[in-house]
């Protein structure tokens, strides 16, 4: 038997964090967040992951490295809860500076911008009658560690992820199956 569970969900989370990791990242390479000898052979997020923990090893609440750069992350809209495509999206505190730190300082704003703008949409589904005990993640920002854990201290909510890392895939697979007509149900081509 499926369970159905009501959706909160933000579109173009990764987009967003592309955007706060800079256009070029710390190998020189516009849009490429491969491994390279810069990062120690790291992917891109988790060298920025790993250098925000040194930044942040003196720090009681690693929050308080972004206490004075704040980004809004509608850069394409939101679509929930406030369903205004024309919204765009702000950074305030931003210096002309170009360091590793405010690189990494602008990701970290971006993915705290995220969890608020996901706690934005629970309060709008409590506020509908919703109750919310657990927040289940998928896709590819599912696999970063920062962002899982932003997402659960802002929201003050356990997060359960997929024991298969393409739920996104799988799921997207499963429909197109059904749809071409291959399976008569989605509860078929599951069984």
């Known amino acids: 038997m499926l369970s159905w569970q009501p959706t909160g969900r933000r579109t173009n989370s990764g987009g967003g964090c592309r955007f ?3 256009r070029r990242n710390s190998c020189g390479r516009a849009s490429d967040r491969r491994p390279c000898r810069r990062t120690g052979g790291l992917h ?3 060298f920025l992951n790993s250098f925000l923990e040194k930044m942040a090893e003196d720090l009681k609440n690693p929050d308080e490295l972004t206490a004075s750069l ?5 850069f394409h809209g939101n679509r929930s809860p406030l ?20 690189l990494a300082l602008l990701y970290l704003a971006t993915v705290q ?14 506020e509908a009658g919703h109750d919310i005990s657990t927040m289940f993640l998928c896709g590819g920002l599912s696999k ?3 962002f899982v854990q932003t997402h659960a201290n802002v929201t003050g909510l356990p997060v359960v992820l997929p024991a298969e890392r393409e739920a996104v895939l799988i799921g997207a697979a499963v429909l197109g199956a059904c749809a071409s007509g291959d399976y008569t149900s989605i509860q078929v081509q599951l069984s």
Do not use: C
Request: charged share 15%; proline share 4%.
């Open 20 to 22: 706060g990791s800079g």
């Open 144 to 146: 970063n560690p920062l």
């Open 44 to 46: 891109f997020y988790s």
């Open 70 to 74: 704040h980004v809004w992350p509608d």
């Open 83 to 102: 369903a205004d495509q024309g919204l765009k999206g702000m950074v305030v505190g931003l210096s002309l500076s170009q360091s590793l730190e405010d």
């Open 113 to 126: 911008a995220t969890a608020l703008g996901t706690r934005h949409i629970l309060e709008a589904m409590r």
